[in-house]
Nanobody, 121 residues
Framework: QVQLVESGGGLVQAGGSLRLSCAAS????????MGWFRQAPGKEREFVAR????????YYVDSVKGRFTISRDNAKNTVFLQMNSLQPEDTAVYYC??????????????WGQGTQVTVSS
C-alpha cells in the first residue's frame, strides 16, 4: 500500500509559478512510476506528466510542454511538479499518482487526495 500526499497548491496570477510536491509513504517508492493528473471543474481528469521509476524518462501533455517539469527524489520518496508561466486554463485540482508504465501511458494504482491550483487572469 502506498499513500500519497500532495502539497504546494494555491492561488497565483497568470505568468506565475508554483511547485507541487507529493510525498509517498512506504519503502517501495522506486518500484513505481509517478505522474501528475489534473481535473478542472466540469471536465474529466486528464494526464499532465509522468516520470519513470528512476527519473530517466519523462513525458508531458502537449499543453504543458516547456512550462512544467516533473522530477523525483527517491531518497525522499517525493515527486515534484514545477509549474512556470501558469495560465488560467491550468486551474484545476492536481492529483499525484503512482503506478506502472506501459509503452503508451501511466496506469495508476494509487492516488493522492489532490491539491487545488488556481490561476487568476
Amino acid at each position: 500500500q502506498v499513500q500519497l500526499v500532495e502539497s504546494g497548491g494555491g492561488l497565483v496570477q497568470a505568468g506565475g509559478s508554483l511547485r507541487l510536491s507529493c510525498a509517498a509513504s512506504g519503502r517501495t517508492f522506486n518500484r513505481y512510476a509517478m505522474g501528475w493528473f489534473r481535473q478542472a471543474p466540469g471536465k474529466e481528469r486528464e494526464f499532465v506528466a509522468r516520470i519513470s521509476r528512476y527519473g530517466v524518462g519523462t513525458y508531458y501533455v502537449d499543453s504543458v510542454k516547456g512550462r512544467f517539469t516533473i522530477s523525483r527524489d527517491n531518497a525522499k520518496n517525493t515527486v515534484f511538479l514545477q509549474m512556470n508561466s501558469l495560465q488560467p486554463e491550468d486551474t484545476a485540482v492536481y492529483y499525484c499518482a503512482a503506478g506502472i508504465l506501459t509503452t503508451a501511458q501511466l496506469i495508476p494504482d494509487y492516488w493522492g487526495q489532490g491539491t487545488q491550483v488556481t490561476v487568476s487572469s
